[in-house]
């Protein structure tokens, strides 16, 4: 991902402006759009569950939360012991209580669905354990895990991303010493600068990496960039063991026609944009076309509906049943007020001094499902288009470090990459790219390089 850019905060020849809604319009439009369960529906939630056996949402969860556990733990009045069950397994859990598609994976696995098609509302009350949690360190400074004894290790963890931030905890925990290097001004990769605003409001991000560090044993390091001025050779060197947890690094280029007039940028940066400097200082165009059909389109899409802008379309190449997003996340813009426009390839921008237009083919598919693009155009007006097309991986410093198509490679069951002492993990390889699979990822990467330096260091 690109830093955020310095957007206009005055009209320009892109027509972008802020402040297309009120002051308080906008603090409503942004506001947590799952609030926390007050402990009367908590407790309602909690008793819903029918604390299964071999529970299929335990087996949804990639981190594998003990979910019957910690909310029987809720049902009795114990949100500390509940809390100790989440972030045992997850300790990125008050975030993916937030953040998570709990539709696809613990929620949509619950067995409430096939009797009632309603499960047991996991995702909040997970948020009620780890936010009460969170609220008891803050104001007692205790902290639920300690640290082991030191073992004189020390491990480099490049991106303060989920992945290593889950790395770097973990590996702590058992005695290790970890030193983070994050190529940004401050930690949390995706999580801090590329999730909606409403999904994580009021500094949680933020708050939740203080959390997580406060076990002591974790350094970090901001404005680290591999390949700039950090570079794999070097932490090889100095350190035991190295985890890379670079998540995606660069947005991928349509190099079209027009790509470079003003009002045409990466979703992303507009992400990011807003999440550093919130509504009320982030410009919209009247007219916004979103490329793309995964989650980041999603978002994008959407908040700039919630900034004021008049007419927002998400353009995608195939079909509603393609697209990377979820089905609640396209309910959700389309909620909001989000037009789709369906089997479209964008194919030039279209303006002078600035964007005005975005020209697609009219696309489909052939006897074997393959794509085509026809011979029909249309154009859709816009003073501002966002790109949301995928990223990769930035890898100018690969030193002999293998990956493919933008992603690392690695062993998934070790995490191991093509160099020794070397791990990776999160969205910098193939796979699932959904936070909660980061923190998997740095789970299973910490345990095997406690295994890698048990075994050449003793």
Not at 174 to 195: M, Q, S, W
Not at 215 to 235: E, H, S, V
Not at 270 to 294: N, S
Request: charged share 20%; with cysteine.
């Amino acid at each position: 991902m690109h830093d955020a850019p310095a957007l206009n905060s005055k009209p320009d020849q892109s027509g972008l402006i802020c402040g297309r809604l009120d002051p308080a319009d906008l603090i409503t439009a942004f506001a947590d759009i799952h609030p926390c369960l007050t402990p009367d529906r908590a407790d309602l939630a909690a008793a819903r569950c029918y604390f299964c056996h071999d529970a299929p949402c335990i087996a949804a969860c990639p981190t594998g939360i003990d979910i019957p556990g910690f909310i029987r733990a809720i049902a009795t009045g114990n949100l500390a012991g509940a809390a100790q069950r989440i972030l045992q397994a997850n300790i990125l859990g008050g975030s993916c209580a937030r953040v998570c598609p709990t539709d696809i994976l613990c929620e949509g696995a619950c067995v409430r669905v096939t009797q009632e098609d309603k499960p047991v509302a996991i995702g909040a009350l997970q948020r009620v354990a780890t936010d009460h949690a969170m609220a008891h360190h803050a104001e007692a400074g205790t902290h639920p895990f300690t640290r082991a004894s030191s073992s004189g290790r020390r491990v480099a963890i490049v991106g303060a991303g989920p992945a290593g931030l889950a790395c770097a905890h973990a590996l702590a925990r058992a005695g290790h010493e970890a030193v983070i290097y994050e190529a940004r001004d401050a930690p949390g990769g995706l999580n801090e600068y590329g999730i909606a605003a409403y999904k994580l409001t009021n500094d949680f991000a933020a708050r939740e990496i203080d959390f997580i560090l406060a076990i002591g044993g974790i350094t970090l390091r901001t404005g680290q960039r591999l390949g700039d001025n950090l570079d794999l050779t070097t932490l090889r060197r100095d350190y035991d063991a190295v985890f890379l947890g670079l998540g995606q690094g660069w947005a991928r280029l349509l190099e079209l026609p027009g790509d470079a007039l003003p009002g045409v940028m990466n979703a992303v940066d507009f992400i990011a944009h807003l999440r550093q400097h919130g509504p009320a200082a982030t410009p919209v165009g009247r007219r916004v076309v979103v490329i793309g059909g995964g989650n980041t389109a999603i978002d994008a899409a959407t908040q700039a509906k919630r900034l004021g802008a008049e007419l927002v379309t998400i353009a995608y190449r195939r079909g509603r049943d393609d697209m990377g997003a979820t089905p609640v996340e396209q309910d959700w813009a389309l909620t909001n007020g989000v037009a789709l426009r369906l089997w479209a390839t964008p194919l030039a921008f279209e303006g002078d001094t600035a964007v005005t237009g975005a020209r697609f083919a009219c696309t489909s598919r052939d006897a074997h499902g393959a794509l085509m693009i026809g011979a029909d155009h249309f154009t859709l007006e816009a003073d501002m288009v966002l790109k949301a097309t995928g990223q990769s991986v930035a890898l100018a410093d690969a030193d002999g470090l293998a990956h493919r198509e933008g992603r690392i490679l690695i062993d998934n069951i070790t995490r191991a990459t093509s160099l020794p002492g070397v791990f990776a993990g999160g969205d910098c390889v193939a796979g699932p790219d959904l936070t909660v699979h980061a923190v998997q990822h740095g789970k299973l990467a910490a345990a095997a390089i406690g295994r890698y330096l048990e075994a050449t260091h003793g």
